[in-house]
T-cell receptor, first 116, second 114 residues
Framework: DAGITQSPRHKVTETGTPVTLRCHQT?????MYWYRQDPGHGLRLIHY???????DKGEVSDGYSVSRSKTEDFLLTLESATSSQTSVYFC???????????????FGEGSWLTVV | GESVGLHLPTLSVQEGDNSIINCAYS??????FIWYKQESGKGPQFIID?????DKRQGQRVTVLLNKTVKHLSLQIAATQPGDSAVYFC?????????????FGQGTILTVHP
């Protein structure tokens, strides 16, 4: 295992409630990412972080915020969940800025979120 | 915006056949490409990658071909096995702040019949 875990793995929540997903890594990797995956689609980048307290928006950032107060944790928050945010969320991490050939982008196992 | 897409959403093959999964990309600035395999209920699993300064790369039973002229990427799987059945995604990175910022294609469902 690559040392990246997500919690919770499954959650059902009501529309309008806040939700926080946690990504925890034990590899001291600098870069972390949150993606979402919807049926019939590949993953789409929500937010990413290139260091503690350094974050930036991805392709589908509306309705989401993130925080990175420690290297090992990257939190994704839905301030007021909507049904359109029902999805599978994947966290990922990389050590370096430039790719080194091989499996160096490590994904978590996913968090299934249902907003009812 | 820029995107990566797949020509075929599904591919069905017999065990032992070779499989070819195709991917078109539109961002000419893309310089790093990855193929992922995803099984139901799991995260993406790295298969093979290739940088834009190469046109072919081989791994164990897999080969990735890159044609920058027509912005096309393909994954070839030799002697396909039932365990290869999954969704396959191509992903590209155009550099910038980090190479984990990937744009994914829609995915191709590969089904291998015994």
């Amino acid at each position: 295992d690559a040392g990246i875990t997500q919690s919770p793995r499954h959650k059902v929540t009501e529309t309008g409630t806040p939700v926080t997903l946690r990504c925890h890594q034990t590899e001291n990797h600098r870069y972390m990412y949150w993606y979402r995956q919807d049926p019939g689609h590949g993953l789409r980048l929500i937010h990413y972080s290139y260091g503690v307290k350094d974050t930036d928006k991805g392709e589908v950032s509306d309705g989401y915020s993130v925080s990175r107060s420690k290297t090992e944790d990257f939190l994704l928050t839905l301030e007021s969940a909507t049904s359109s945010q029902t999805s599978v969320y994947f966290c990922a991490m990389t050590r370096d800025r430039s790719p080194i050939s091989g499996n160096t982008i490590y994904f978590g196992e996913g968090s299934w979120l249902t907003v009812v | 915006g820029e995107s990566v897409g797949l020509h075929l959403p599904t591919l069905s093959v017999q065990e032992g056949d070779n499989s070819i999964i195709n991917c078109a990309y539109s961002n000419s600035a893309s310089d790093y490409f990855i193929w992922y395999k995803q099984e139901s209920g799991k995260g993406p699993q790295f298969i093979i990658d290739i940088r834009s300064n190469m046109d072919k790369r081989q791994g164990q039973r897999v080969t990735v071909l890159l044609n920058k002229t027509v912005k096309h990427l393909s994954l070839q799987i030799a002697a396909t096995q039932p365990g290869d059945s999954a969704v396959y995604f191509c992903a590209e990175n155009s550099g910038g702040t980090s190479y984990g910022k990937l744009t994914f294609g829609q995915g191709t469902i590969l089904t291998v019949h015994p």
